[in-house]
């Protein structure tokens, strides 16, 4: 019998201690009727070397274990580069019936005047590999190369592909394309292939060159997307549209292998909007950049024509 | 005796060179035990190590047989159907999904499973969620996860438009422990992995789909198809 004196103590043990019918209320199913040698009881089995595959890496980080090393070494591409070299500004209006409308009109003069100035010595380090290069003929080729890229997309042959696309345009076009069928055709070219711009740049060695060339390509294509099932997800079957693009082509110049390829497209802001996907779909999150990982690409390419000073020294 | 103390030096050099190494760990009585072999701390087994250790020995089951390999289910996923002229598909759009190694008895989790064969994704999502079984709430997870996929990447329209046709759970492998009975008698103890495999389809429900087995027609078809799907070993 506790005294007296301990009136608050005995109050407050009342509250710690519950009657085995209230433990039972609380407590989870698979449990012993006595729960005072839960302890002793413990000690019967031994402790099991269970994983959890449940966990992801990152909770695991919190609680301070490494994560595995990955002994993958990634190979590393020098056949192509990531980006577009001082990418081609588009006039606006370009596609349209009114050529000679005022905007249009300002954004040629404008354009004219910034290329021509380093058009030619562009040029002339690209006809020190390929001596017959000429802007007009390679316009045509340039349309067939994209006219067979395209063509052979539905083949879903990636090595078969990297004769005619470089790895960059390879992602872009393989990556969504994998468990879909697609059917493409070509009808015929609305106006002739034009050269708009050529860029040279130099990768970390003075040695290493690459060559970019945006042409305008204006033509009518056919273009269907089927779904896994069979069901048609995009575009139709039949009827024709008009396409006005922008395409870049490059070339490893430093490479004897190297060849033209079809290397990305331009999409200017005032292009028409697509025609939407036919099934209904809730729109998706914002896509988030990420700025450290922004902050941590670096190109290798440098960003000047400084390389191109030394053409006229050698000719001085 | 000239070659007794060479030797001698020797010895001692060997030993100053282990001592010297036993210095930095820490305390300063530990140079007497270097005699005894230390496992180092790059030795020490994390989670991870244990992890890999344990998957190996599971893929080499898969490999022999006796456990049921993990790859085949969504592989089904990446079938390529060619479209038809009509518009319509050959086969109705499906989506597989899995969870393998979850720590939950087969048995236990077989209740919930056949539970939700043939009923829409909304209403197994109810039911499960009201649900006495921990696997139960696991089984909701693996839904969600399903749904997801299926209206991202399998080209889905509607997320309600979805029933479950095939879901069970099946064994996967057993770790085995020891507990201590009343006197020097021991016991074994068994801690259960599973699986779980799902096939969500578009559409609504059919009616009848636990009786559909039952009927003379469709137990006929069967025995037709298991007849048909014979093929005779090593032919031309």
Redesign the interface.
Request: hydrophobic share 35%.
């Given at each position: 019998m506790l005294s007296i004196i301990n009136k608050r103590n005995i109050f407050l043990h009342q509250k710690l201690v519950k009657s085995l019918y209230e433990q039972t209320l609380t407590r989870p199913l698979a449990t012993h009727w006595d729960p005072k040698f839960r302890r002793l009881r413990k000690n019967k089995f031994t402790e099991p070397t269970l994983l959890d595959f449940d966990s992801n890496t990152k909770e695991k980080v919190k609680r301070g274990i490494e994560p595995p090393t990955s002994f993958i070494y990634k190979p590393i591409n020098i056949t192509s580069s990531k980006e577009i070299f001082d990418p081609y500004i588009p006039p606006e209006g370009d596609g349209k019936a009114s050529l000679f409308s005022k905007e249009f009109a300002k954004g040629a003069v404008e354009k004219i005047t910034k290329s021509t100035s380093k058009k030619f010595k562009h040029l002339r380090l690209i006809k020190k590999s390929d001596s017959n290069f000429d802007e007009n003929l390679f316009a045509e080729t340039a349309q067939q190369i994209y006219i067979d890229a395209h063509s052979i997309l539905s083949k879903r042959d990636p090595e078969e592909m990297l004769n005619f696309v470089t790895e960059n345009a390879l992602m872009k076009m393989y990556h969504n394309m994998k468990f879909k069928t697609i059917r493409w055709k070509w009808i015929e070219s609305l106006e002739e292939p034009v050269v708009k711009h050529l860029v040279t740049r130099e990768m970390m060695v003075k040695t290493d060159l690459y060559a970019q060339v945006t042409v305008r390509i204006h033509s009518k294509q056919i273009l269907a997307v089927y779904d896994r099932f069979g069901r048609l997800a995009f575009g139709s079957d039949t009827l024709p549209k008009d396409v006005l693009e922008y395409v870049v082509f490059e070339k490893h110049l430093s490479d004897p292998y190297g060849s033209w390829r079809l290397h990305d497209k331009i999409i200017p802001s005032w292009s028409p909007a697509k025609t939407p996907v036919i099934r209904s779909f809730a729109l998706p999150e914002p896509y988030k950049t990420d700025d450290e990982l922004e902050k941590r690409i670096v190109s290798k390419f440098k960003g000047d024509d400084s390389h191109l000073e030394k053409i006229q020294e050698e000719k001085s | 005796m000239f070659n007794n103390l060479i030797k001698s030096l020797n010895f001692l050099s060997h030993n100053i060179y282990h001592i010297n190494r036993s210095i930095p760990t820490g305390l300063f009585h530990t140079n007497l035990a270097s005699f005894v072999n230390k496992q180092d701390k790059s030795l020490e087994e994390?989670?991870?190590d244990?992890?890999?250790k344990?998957s190996a020995k599971i893929k080499n089951l898969e490999r022999l047989g006796s456990i049921k390999s993990h790859i085949s289910w969504p592989q089904y996923n990446?079938?390529?159907?060619?479209?038809?002229e009509d518009?319509k598909?050959?086969?109705n759009?499906f989506v597989h999904h899995m969870r393998?190694?979850?720590?939950y008895p087969a048995k236990k989790m077989w209740y919930p499973a056949l539970m939700i064969r043939g009923m829409s994704i909304d209403e197994a999502i109810k039911q499960l969620s009201f649900h006495?079984l921990k696997g139960a709430h696991i089984i909701k997870e693996v839904l969600l996860e399903a749904q997801d996929l299926a209206?991202k990447?399998?080209?889905f329209?509607?997320?309600s438009n979805m029933w479950i046709s095939y879901s069970t759970a099946v064994d996967s492998f057993r770790?085995k422990?020891?507990?201590?009975?009343r006197a020097m008698r021991l016991g074994m103890?068994e801690?259960k992995y599973c699986t779980y495999y799902v096939r969500l389809e578009e559409g609504v429900p059919p009616p009848n789909y636990h009786l559909e087995a039952e009927t003379y027609e469709a137990r006929a078809k069967e025995y037709i198809e298991k007849l048909r799907k014979r093929s005779i070993y090593l032919s031309i």
């Amino acid at each position: 019998m506790l005294s007296i004196i301990n009136k608050r103590n005995i109050f407050l043990h009342q509250k710690l201690v519950k009657s085995l019918y209230e433990q039972t209320l609380t407590r989870p199913l698979a449990t012993h009727w006595d729960p005072k040698f839960r302890r002793l009881r413990k000690n019967k089995f031994t402790e099991p070397t269970l994983l959890d595959f449940d966990s992801n890496t990152k909770e695991k980080v919190k609680r301070g274990i490494e994560p595995p090393t990955s002994f993958i070494y990634k190979p590393i591409n020098i056949t192509s580069s990531k980006e577009i070299f001082d990418p081609y500004i588009p006039p606006e209006g370009d596609g349209k019936a009114s050529l000679f409308s005022k905007e249009f009109a300002k954004g040629a003069v404008e354009k004219i005047t910034k290329s021509t100035s380093k058009k030619f010595k562009h040029l002339r380090l690209i006809k020190k590999s390929d001596s017959n290069f000429d802007e007009n003929l390679f316009a045509e080729t340039a349309q067939q190369i994209y006219i067979d890229a395209h063509s052979i997309l539905s083949k879903r042959d990636p090595e078969e592909m990297l004769n005619f696309v470089t790895e960059n345009a390879l992602m872009k076009m393989y990556h969504n394309m994998k468990f879909k069928t697609i059917r493409w055709k070509w009808i015929e070219s609305l106006e002739e292939p034009v050269v708009k711009h050529l860029v040279t740049r130099e990768m970390m060695v003075k040695t290493d060159l690459y060559a970019q060339v945006t042409v305008r390509i204006h033509s009518k294509q056919i273009l269907a997307v089927y779904d896994r099932f069979g069901r048609l997800a995009f575009g139709s079957d039949t009827l024709p549209k008009d396409v006005l693009e922008y395409v870049v082509f490059e070339k490893h110049l430093s490479d004897p292998y190297g060849s033209w390829r079809l290397h990305d497209k331009i999409i200017p802001s005032w292009s028409p909007a697509k025609t939407p996907v036919i099934r209904s779909f809730a729109l998706p999150e914002p896509y988030k950049t990420d700025d450290e990982l922004e902050k941590r690409i670096v190109s290798k390419f440098k960003g000047d024509d400084s390389h191109l000073e030394k053409i006229q020294e050698e000719k001085s | 005796m000239f070659n007794n103390l060479i030797k001698s030096l020797n010895f001692l050099s060997h030993n100053i060179y282990h001592i010297n190494r036993s210095i930095p760990t820490g305390l300063f009585h530990t140079n007497l035990a270097s005699f005894v072999n230390k496992q180092d701390k790059s030795l020490e087994e994390d989670d991870f190590d244990l992890q890999r250790k344990e998957s190996a020995k599971i893929k080499n089951l898969e490999r022999l047989g006796s456990i049921k390999s993990h790859i085949s289910w969504p592989q089904y996923n990446r079938i390529i159907y060619p479209p038809t002229e009509d518009g319509k598909p050959i086969r109705n759009p499906f989506v597989h999904h899995m969870r393998h190694f979850v720590k939950y008895p087969a048995k236990k989790m077989w209740y919930p499973a056949l539970m939700i064969r043939g009923m829409s994704i909304d209403e197994a999502i109810k039911q499960l969620s009201f649900h006495r079984l921990k696997g139960a709430h696991i089984i909701k997870e693996v839904l969600l996860e399903a749904q997801d996929l299926a209206l991202k990447q399998h080209n889905f329209e509607f997320k309600s438009n979805m029933w479950i046709s095939y879901s069970t759970a099946v064994d996967s492998f057993r770790v085995k422990g020891v507990r201590k009975h009343r006197a020097m008698r021991l016991g074994m103890v068994e801690y259960k992995y599973c699986t779980y495999y799902v096939r969500l389809e578009e559409g609504v429900p059919p009616p009848n789909y636990h009786l559909e087995a039952e009927t003379y027609e469709a137990r006929a078809k069967e025995y037709i198809e298991k007849l048909r799907k014979r093929s005779i070993y090593l032919s031309i």
